[in-house]
């Protein structure tokens, strides 16, 4: 199967009483999203009219809704951080640093701000190893069995930085590095664009990689990730944003109480090393069905090998419908929703099962055992030891372009 079948980029919309749609989807899918995108932004459309009523002053131009300040250096380049507020006055801020999302800052359903993601005040926190904290992390996301796998009929070697096998495209991979940042002008919504150029053979990977990745935030709280990856000779890639999700906020408490519901029937089950087995299994019956909305922890504990195995939630669920709407969390007591739409095929639903009170982040807070969660969308790990699974080639042909939609509310 091939990793753009079908594809088709649907322009963004510029006029502010639409929703936006600049995701790359299946024709298939198409209508159907864009239904579920107005559903959505609706809401918090007019929530956003609301809270911005009495404050007509407000003619800023889209463009200058983000500002830019020193976040340091790295290697001798320029570190920077971005600030983009939306008309509601929401916040999200970025870094060129991994391209990674710092702060996402949302409303409780009383309206008090919080910041959702897990992250640091500054840059050396990032620098001091981070699992990944709002990072994109390429050139391949998840795990490569062994850190082998052939292409054309070579066989290509990379770095075992989670023994046995490879993890998030390498110690040095693209959560490690510098990108090139532009903020966009004359743009509907606040947004900057990042790229990285991989040098041929760096980490391992063939290919002289273009990754491009532009986040968007828009006046529904939606923040819209598009990527696009070129390659000047066939290789391999998986893409995602490694976000840390809390809806109590970041540093409040663990994940364990919030209403998780994903539109996946069947999971990649794992072996003890946390590469996928080959298995495709149904969810029903299982801890792993969050068809109709469980708790985190509802069934962490359970007796269940898979859930032994990876310590909790660690694993890739497979889409039902790719370009939908493909999963909710719920925070009961603030209110705070998070909706997950994307064309990837899979996403890893991980529970935090690494983080352990080591990492200290935005405000001096303790990052303890579960207390943020991922929903990263990705092609399905260890793809290119698993032919049965979708492809992860790409070619000059044929780059990559992905897109996926974080969306805040609340109910
Ligand atoms: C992914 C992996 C986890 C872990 C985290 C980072 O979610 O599947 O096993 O490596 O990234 O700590």
């Known amino acids: 199967m091939d990793i753009n079948a079908g594809n088709t980029l649907i322009e963004k919309t510029v006029n502010s009483n639409e929703t936006v749609n600049c995701i790359f989807t299946t024709d298939k899918n198409k209508a159907q999203m864009k239904n579920r995108l107005i559903s959505i932004t609706a809401l918090v459309l007019v929530m956003a009219g609301m809270a911005s009523c009495g404050n007509n002053k407000n003619t800023k131009k889209y463009n200058d809704m983000v500002t830019t300040e020193s976040f340091g250096s790295f290697e001798g380049k320029d570190v920077f951080l971005y600030t983009?507020?939306?008309k509601g006055g929401d916040v999200i801020k970025l870094t060129n640093y991994g391209a990674a999302i710092v702060e996402i800052d949302v409303p409780d359903r009383d309206g008090n701000r919080d910041n959702v993601t897990l992250g640091y005040d500054s840059l050396s926190g990032y620098l001091n190893g981070d699992p990944y904290f709002g990072k994109v992390v390429g050139q391949y996301a998840n795990r490569i069995a062994k850190g082998k796998f052939t292409l054309d009929g070579t066989e290509y070697t990379l770095a075992i930085n989670n023994a046995p096998n490879a993890?998030?495209?390498?110690p040095t991979g693209w959560h490690s590095r510098v990108w090139e940042a532009e903020v966009l002008e004359g743009t509907d919504y606040p947004a900057v664009r990042f790229t990285y150029h991989k040098p041929d053979m760096e980490e391992g990977y063939p290919g002289n990689v273009m990754a491009e990745v532009v986040y968007t935030w828009t006046d529904a709280d939606e923040i819209i990730i598009d990527y696009k990856v070129t390659t000047d000779r066939m290789t391999i890639v998986n893409i995602t944003n490694h976000a840390y999700f809390n809806l109590h906020g970041a540093g409040n408490g663990d994940i364990l109480d919030h209403e998780l519901t994903i539109a996946a029937s069947a999971f990649?089950?794992?072996?003890?090393?946390l590469i996928p087995t080959g298995e495709i299994r149904a969810v029903e019956g299982t801890p792993f069905d969050f068809l109709t909305a469980h708790t985190m922890g509802e069934r962490i504990n359970d007796d269940y090998e898979q859930l032994k195995l990876g310590n909790g939630y660690d694993h890739n669920f497979v889409i039902d419908n790719p370009g939908d709407v493909v999963a909710e969390a719920y925070d009961p007591s603030s209110g705070r929703v998070l909706h997950v739409t994307t064309d990837q095929p899979g996403i890893q639903?991980?529970?935090?099962?690494f983080?352990?009170?080591?990492?200290?982040?935005?405000?001096?807070?303790?990052y303890n055992f579960r207390t943020g969660f991922c929903f990263e969308t990705q092609h399905f790990p260890d793809s290119p030891n698993h032919p049965e699974f979708p492809s992860v080639v790409?070619?000059?042909?044929?780059p990559l372009l992905t897109s996926t939609i974080y969306a805040f509310s609340v109910r």
């Open 167 to 170: 993890l998030h495209g390498g």
């Open 355 to 366: 983080l352990d009170g080591t990492q200290t982040g935005h405000g001096g807070k303790v």
């Open 84 to 86: 983009l507020r939306n």
């Open 349 to 353: 639903l991980y529970s935090g099962n």
């Open 268 to 273: 990649t089950p794992v072996d003890p090393t």
């Open 394 to 398: 790409i070619t000059p042909d044929e």
